[in-house]
């Protein structure tokens, strides 16, 4: 898979997460968290990142990259559920590049 089709997939999956808003079906993982609201999908990304921190603590790269795509793939949900995309994101950290990260902190403390 090339670096474009790989940047791609943030915006099919964003469309099918759009979807399931619009088009909520009783077989769907993402429409259950939907209804279930900001506090369940909360849950699943502390869950999702616990997760992530005992991969790492594996040191087993394949452990870390599935619970790496679980922790982005819940935090998309939840982006999607408040109205945010990926490209949000991405334009923040865009923002953000080529500045100190102690730079970029002390300019939000203000």
Do not use: C
């Amino acid at each position: 898979m090339n670096s474009k089709s790989k940047r791609d997939i943030l915006e099919k999956l964003f469309l099918v997460l759009e979807d399931r808003k619009i088009n909520p079906s009783e077989n769907s993982y993402v429409a259950s968290l939907y209804r279930d609201g900001n506090n369940k999908i909360n849950e699943k990304i502390i869950e999702e990142a616990q997760e992530y921190i005992e991969a790492i603590k594996s040191n087993k790269k394949g452990s870390i990259i599935h619970e790496a795509a679980d922790l982005w793939f819940h935090t998309l949900v939840s982006l999607a559920l408040n109205d945010l995309t990926a490209s949000d994101i991405l334009e923040e950290l865009e923002r953000r590049f080529g500045q100190s990260g102690i730079e970029e902190k002390a300019s939000r403390e203000k």
